[in-house]
């Protein structure tokens, strides 16, 4: 039986959690679940010293906050009705 790489399995993960989160239907969840893959895959570029995979993800996990962001300041400006 082989090691288990923890980096490859951190990769794994990461394309699985974007995979996830490509599937949603409500948008928060795509967004917050899209971020953690980002995350993860920033980790795993970091780690393998690729560069272009952790900085474009970087900047992708910056686009999903700035949207949640912008979707719950939303949610809290609008009137609340009972």
């Known amino acids: 039986m082989e090691n288990i790489n923890i980096i490859e399995v951190l990769g794994y993960a990461a394309s699985v959690m974007v995979a996830i989160s490509l599937m949603m ?3 928060v969840l795509l ?5 953690l893959g980002c995350s993860f895959f920033v980790a795993y570029g970091y780690s393998i010293e690729a560069w272009p995979v952790a900085g474009m993800n970087a900047f992708v996990a910056c686009i999903n906050i700035y949207h949640l962001v912008k979707i719950y300041r939303n949610k ?7």
Request: hydrophobic share 25%; proline share 7%.
């Open 76 to 82: 809290s400006e609008q009137p609340q009705t009972a």
């Open 25 to 27: 239907k409500d948008i």
């Open 31 to 35: 967004r917050c679940l899209n971020f």
